[in-house]
């Protein structure tokens, strides 16, 4: 990388039984320190965390890995027909490499989807769970209504032909400008974050979004033609088609034993995941962006809000217990926007594993 970690920092390598994972973390932590599980999301890499590792209290190890495909971690392939499993099968293997019986968990966005899948797999293992910003537990596109019911039997309207092929062909080659309103750097200013954020290190996420491998095997992966709008389906491969509601579907959390204490929390400026979500081909199909739009009543934007709050419902109906926390003016990354908030609501909430 061409941007300096900050300091106290540091990227270690760590062999795992399944591949080879890149890890941010203090470079002193001190014994018996409780670990926490920082999960990035998509088109970005642990470097988006580098202020959260150093502003969390002593008594927390926080630990930041690189997903597949992502950042240092070995570009292995990625198998979408298993959903997000690929991803928490690495991150199970990660935290037995390094002694972690238990731990924190913590994800953003679409790693939001991989703690929830994790929470599926190892219950016992989970202290608390923070999701911040997630995908939604009924996937990326493709649903209406709060239970998550599929638009098209196939799935149309999500995974890997829902990208912008331009955005691709710019995060493939490494364009670190402004000149083209779909650049990697533009899009972090106008929906990873709130508009008009100032970022002090802009240079450092344009670096982290950049790490992303391009292609079949990783983003946004591959696709299938369907008769039903907008004409593509979600294929096997690659990062958009683990988070097709075909093969992702995370409500399944409402049942798991124990249920660990939940944090949700978000902006309410959030573009990316939102009940009209600008990333959603069915809201573009609404406001006109994309031809063709079938209209409201075949193919209704998803509300990927109202899922999430469904779904912590229920989670809390049998038993469970979970807090939202919405800032306000705060984009999609408020770990990075509302800096002081934030880890003023993540340490309470971490606090209370102890309670």
């Known amino acids: 990388m061409t941007t300096p970690l900050p300091a106290g920092i540091r990227a270690v390598d760590v062999e795992t039984s399944r591949l080879k994972v890149r890890v941010l973390e203090r470079e002193k932590s001190a014994p018996d320190t409780e670990p926490v599980l920082l999960v990035h999301g998509n088109v970005s890499s642990s470097l988006f965390f580098v202020d959260l590792i150093n502003a969390l209290p ?3 190890r926080p630990i930041a890995p690189d997903l597949r495909g992502y950042g240092g971690t070995d570009p292995l392939p990625i198998d979408a027909s298993r959903g997000l499993q690929d991803w928490a099968d690495d991150l199970l293997a990660l935290a037995d490499a390094l002694g972690l019986q238990t731990f924190h968990l913590l994800g953003w966005s679409m790693g939001g989807g991989v703690a929830m899948q994790m929470l599926l797999q190892a219950p016992q293992r989970v202290r608390t769970l923070t999701l911040q910003a997630p995908v939604s537990p009924y996937g990326f596109g493709g649903t209406r209504g709060q239970d998550g019911e599929l638009l098209f039997p196939d799935g149309a309207g999500s995974g890997g032909g829902c990208a912008n092929p331009r955005f ?6 490494g364009d ?14 106008a929906f ?8 002090e290190r802009e240079d450092l996420y344009v670096e982290s979004m950049l790490t992303t ?8 992966g591959d696709h299938t033609p369907s008769s039903s709008w907008p004409g593509v389906a979600p294929g096997k491969r690659g990062i958009l088609n683990t988070m097709a509601p075909t093969v992702c579907r995370l409500d399944g959390i409402v049942d798991v034993d124990p249920k660990p204490p939940i944090l949700w929390i978000r902006g309410d400026q959030d573009a990316i995941v939102s009940n009209e979500s600008m990333f959603d081909l069915a809201q573009l199909g609404a406001v006109g962006a994309v031809p063709g739009w079938p209209g409201a009543d075949d193919c209704p934007p998803q509300p990927m809000i109202t899922q999430t709050r469904a779904v912590l ?10 807090t939202e926390v919405v800032l306000e003016g705060v984009g999609h990354s408020p770990h990075i926007e509302a800096p002081a908030d934030y880890t003023d609501a993540l340490v309470k909430h971490l606090s209370r594993a102890a309670d």
């Open 176 to 189: 670190t400008g402004t000149e083209d309103q779909t650049s990697p750097r533009n899009v972090l200013r």
């Open 168 to 173: 691709v062909e710019l995060l493939a080659a």
């Open 192 to 199: 990873y974050v709130a508009p008009g954020t100032q970022l």
């Open 313 to 322: 419902d229920r989670y809390q109906a049998n038993g469970g217990d979970y």
């Open 213 to 220: 491998r391009t292609g079949e095997d990783h983003y946004p």
């Open 58 to 60: 002593d008594r927390f």
